[in-house]
């Protein structure tokens, strides 16, 4: 069974500069949640997904930051325009079932910095 | 307190035992998880343990619970240098609540 797959691996941009992250989750799983993980901290929920449904997005920041998962399956994090203390490692995650109780599995990261 | 709080560093000796400390926060949390991750490397679920057990035990690896302390604690046997990363305790709150982790101990194996 594939994993949580993350497309790009790493990102450098300069800062005011739109970026994409995607995100395919594993096969049949419902639910899909973007992380923010900060140096030297763990991961934060951003915006959690049931199917095509954004079910908790309260730390989303929402000025800059969008996402979408149109048809319940994989799934994009914008930002624009990107700012230097958006460096960080954006980490897609998914789950089986719903309701946000389940195991999530991880994907590998997209790396983003910022000049 | 509202974190998940665990030790920053650990460095052990290869073969010797690791143990990873966490104290999580709700005593109504139902799963809570231990997560593995390897430099440049996203996370690795490693374990995990309902929150009706006292113990979970998964080849090297051993997690103990203690509920009236809201303490986990992770256990690996014959530790390799392999076993070098960080490890994140995480919990899953009462509710519709998000996975909450902690920030993560640095075990170091000195060969």
């Known amino acids: 069974e594939a994993g949580v797959v993350q497309s790009p691996r790493y990102k450098i941009i300069e800062k005011k500069q739109p970026v994409a992250f995607w995100c395919n989750p594993i096969?049949?799983?419902?639910?899909l949640y973007w992380y923010l993980q900060n140096l030297g901290q763990g991961p934060e929920l951003l915006i959690r997904y049931e199917n095509e449904e954004a079910v908790d997005d309260s730390q989303l920041p929402k000025d800059r930051f969008s996402a979408e998962r149109l048809k319940g399956v994989d799934s994009t994090l914008k930002i624009q325009p990107a700012e230097l203390g958006d460096s960080a490692v954006y980490l897609c995650?998914?789950?089986?079932?719903?309701?946000?109780?389940?195991?999530?599995?991880f994907g590998p990261g997209t790396r983003l910095l910022v000049l | 307190g509202e974190d998940v709080e665990q030790s920053l560093f650990l460095s052990v000796r290869e073969g010797d035992s690791s143990v990873i400390n966490c104290t999580y926060t709700d005593s109504s949390s139902t799963y809570l998880y231990w997560y593995k991750q390897e430099p440049g490397a996203g996370l690795q679920l490693l374990t995990y343990i309902f929150s009706n057990m006292d113990m979970k035990q998964d080849q090297r690896l051993t997690v103990l619970l203690n509920k009236k302390d809201k303490h986990l604690s992770l256990r690996i046997a014959d530790t390799q240098t392999g076993d070098s990363a960080i490890y994140f305790c995480a919990e899953i709150r009462s509710g519709n609540t998000p996975l909450v982790f902690g920030k993560g101990t640095r075990l170091s194996v000195i060969a």
């Open positions: 096969s049949g799983h419902n639910t």
């Open positions: 995650a998914s789950s089986r079932g719903q309701g946000g109780q389940e195991t999530q599995y």
